[in-house]
C-alpha cells in the first residue's frame, strides 16, 4: 500500500513534466 501510494505520487510528477516538457520537445 505504501510503494503504491509513493508510485502514484510519482505518476503525478511525471505526467506535470511531461505537459511542461511536450511544447518545448513540440518546437523543437
Not at 3 to 20: L, P, T, Y
Request: include cysteine.
Amino acid at each position: 500500500k505504501k510503494i503504491a501510494k509513493e508510485f502514484q505520487e510519482r505518476m503525478v510528477a511525471w505526467a506535470k513534466n511531461i505537459k511542461v516538457s511536450d511544447p518545448l520537445e513540440e518546437g523543437c
